[in-house]
């Protein structure tokens, strides 16, 4: 059997390791775009404020392929893909064919159309030593920026307090992760970014860059911000092009059943690029965490070996933003839920959102009060109604 993978994160990854578990003579081959051996992207933040050393991030060594027997071709990207006579052809000129072929291409940083020296992205290792590059190059003399209001956003403005810049953050929305929280939640990040010295402006949209080939400033809507490093951090965008002609179905991510089956035979999905069937929550959702990536690649694996398994997982991502612990479990899109339940207030210091829909819990935010996790995430594994929650 042939088992060939595109994308060597976690997803990828991960489903390889399974795959080698359960047949020790298949062939399994995984392409990846970038070249280093599976790392961490959860550890880069620690990396960057020096908590770890580099080497401390990556999860598998380079001999590990070969010990594993898996055909790691780092470097090589998908071009396109012929799901009817089932080749995939690679950036390198060859063309690989498949029994069964996994996607699991996460996705690409959105980026700015404009470039100079100061702007950074957060996704690759490579992005986390250009950062630190521009960090040990500017010193204290850096201004730092930070356009966006979501996940990377609250990484930045933890590397630069961490660096003691001060930091100006602009995002577009009126708060913080619009399609999730309510003002009042928003409303409680806001207050407490500024009460830790950064200076937030809602309602901006980025309009262009000041400076010759060194960034010096950005302009939005509102007015111009001077900063020699902007962080950029305005979500992720799948790359379906080397997908174009294969008759993959595409919506948000490559979409899939509960098995994370695709429309074309022999072609499966798994972790931040997958729109899948989720038979807990009830709808299609594309989840963008590390637990349910490693969770997706080792249940795929299995049903790619032809044990067929659905994926149930209820899983979670949490983040901290200045020391505000920040917790998003399951479905947590406002659009999506039929009531949402708010415990706690701006005046508490803590929020938690209740997403209900059809009767019963499908997710919760939690900021400020990560200790409202387990009974939410239980609640939402048993289909409780929140009635039946106990929140404090
Ligand atoms: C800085 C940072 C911090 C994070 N922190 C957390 C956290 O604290 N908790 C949490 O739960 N999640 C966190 N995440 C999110 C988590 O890391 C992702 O959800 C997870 O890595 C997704 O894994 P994946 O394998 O689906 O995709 P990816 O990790 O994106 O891997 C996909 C790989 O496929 C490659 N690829 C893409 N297209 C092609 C192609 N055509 N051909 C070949 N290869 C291709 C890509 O280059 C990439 O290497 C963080 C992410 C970042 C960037």
Redesign the pocket.
Same mark, same amino acid.
């Given at each position: 059997m042939k088992f060939l993978i595109?994308? !060597?994160? *976690? %997803? !990828?990854t991960t489903a390889a390791e399974e795959l080698r578990k359960r047949d020790a003579s298949a062939e399994i081959t995984i +392409?990846?775009?970038?070249h280093h051996p599976l790392y961490s &992207? *959860?550890l +880069?933040?620690h990396y960057i404020n020096g908590k770890i050393p580099r080497e401390r991030v990556f999860l598998k060594r380079d001999g590990w392929y070969a010990e594993q027997n898996i055909d790691w071709q780092g470097g090589?990207? %998908?071009?396109h893909l012929d799901a009817r006579n089932k080749f995939v052809g690679g950036s390198d000129g060859r063309e690989y064919d498949y029994d069964k072929l996994l996607i699991?291409? !996460?996705?690409e940083v959105r980026s700015l159309p404009e470039d100079l020296r100061g702007i950074s992205y +957060? &996704?690759?290792l490579d992005d986390a030593d250009h950062l630190l590059q521009l960090l040990t190059e500017q010193g204290e003399t850096a201004r730092a920026g930070i356009y966006g209001g979501g996940?990377?956003a609250c990484?930045y403005l933890n590397f630069f307090a961490h660096f003691q810049l001060p930091t100006i953050l602009a995002y577009r929305g009126e708060h913080f992760w619009t399609r999730s929280l309510l003002p009042e939640a928003g409303e409680l990040i806001a207050k407490h970014l500024i009460q830790n010295g950064v200076e937030v402006h809602p309602n901006s949209t980025l309009e262009r860059l000041d400076g010759d080939k060194e960034l010096q400033g950005f302009v939005t809507n509102t007015e111009r911000h001077a900063a020699t490093i902007l962080g950029v951090g305005i979500g992720i965008e799948p790359?379906f092009s /080397?997908l174009r002609e294969s008759g993959i179905e595409v919506g948000r991510g490559v979409k899939a059943n509960e098995f994370l089956e695709t429309n074309a035979s022999d072609v499966y999905t #798994? =972790?931040?690029?997958a729109e899948f069937f989720d038979p807990i929550l009830g709808r299609q959702l594309q989840i =963008? @965490? /590390?637990? @349910? %990536?490693m969770s997706q !690649?080792r249940t795929v694996a299995k049903t790619m070996g032809g044990e067929r398994t659905p994926f149930q997982l209820v899983s979670s991502? #949490?983040?901290n933003a200045l020391g505000l612990e920040i917790i998003f479990v399951g479905d947590v899109e406002r659009a999506a839920a039929e009531e949402i339940h708010v415990i706690g207030s701006v005046a508490d210091g803590g929020i938690t959102q209740v997403f209900e829909r059809g009767g019963r819990i499908v997710g919760g935010v939690l900021i400020g009060r990560n200790t409202d996790r387990a009974s939410i995430t239980k609640a939402i594994q048993e289909k409780q109604p929140f009635s039946s929650l106990n929140l404090l």
């Open positions: 595109i994308g !060597g994160g *976690v %997803a !990828g +392409l990846s775009e970038e &992207r *959860v +880069l933040p090589v990207l %998908a071009s699991a291409t !996460g996705g +957060l &996704r690759m996940f990377i990484e790359d /080397w #798994a =972790g931040d690029i =963008g @965490n /590390w637990m @349910n %990536a !690649g991502y #949490a983040t």
